[in-house]
């Protein structure tokens, strides 16, 4: 069989982004977030957790002027527009940020399934623990998944997984539809804190509502 037959064709299930963080950009929010946690009357007033669907320490809101300060609108609008580009032949004319945060987790606690409302979202790392833990039996044939992100599309089937774990990494960003279910799943073995910056956006409705209409 000629090599040009053979081809492994994977359309089925929304595509995923993923990308680095620049070090200057998570150094300023690193930065920025501590100065909040620090501050009770600061962390009390960009408190995020009640709006959110999470069993952890903390969630904290990131105001617009941070945002803009320390380049994260243009970091997510520069990739949408890239990722737009290659996925559906053309750029975006509009960003529209809904919202930003970062959730502060520790040791055993954890995220359910959800999802997220606007038409793109995104999850990436600013502080992750040196170890997560490991298995309380010795598995060698299995990953372990404490701290994983875990995004869910669909149901198992033959030669469609469902799910794709992603093991968080300081600067490691991934885009993905508002749809799209995940979850984070609790680690153990360190008291320090893994920290996640997510958002949601919307883009022009014309690439969002493939329907049309």
Not at 4 to 9: A, C, L, P, T, V
Not at 110 to 125: D, K, V
Request: net charge neutral; aromatic share 12%.
């Amino acid at each position: 069989m000629d090599s040009s037959d053979f081809k492994i064709i994977k359309r089925f299930g929304p595509s995923v982004l993923k990308v680095k963080i620049p070090e200057n950009i998570i150094n300023t929010l690193n930065d920025h977030f501590d100065k909040i946690i620090s501050d009770k009357e600061e962390s009390k007033r960009l408190n995020h957790g009640e709006d959110l669907v999470g069993d952890v320490t903390q969630e904290l809101k990131l105001e617009k002027e941070i945002m803009e300060k320390s380049g994260w609108i243009k970091f997510l609008g520069s990739n949408i527009d890239k990722w737009m580009k290659e996925e559906v032949g053309r750029g975006i004319t509009k960003f529209i940020m809904i919202n930003s945060w970062i959730v502060r987790q520790y040791k055993n606690e954890y995220n359910p399934t959800h999802w997220h409302n606007g038409h793109i979202s995104g999850a990436g790392y600013l502080k992750v623990p040196k170890t997560l833990g490991k298995h309380l039996q010795d598995k060698q044939n299995r990953d372990y998944r404490g701290g994983n992100l875990q995004l869910i599309h669909g149901s198992r089937m033959f030669l469609s997984q469902s799910t794709l774990n992603i093991v968080p990494e300081v600067g490691d960003f991934y885009f993905f539809p508002n749809y799209l279910m995940h979850t984070v799943f609790p680690f153990k073995d360190t008291d320090e804190e893994r920290r996640c910056i997510s958002f949601n956006c919307k883009i022009d409705d014309e690439l969002y509502n493939v329907y049309g209409g």
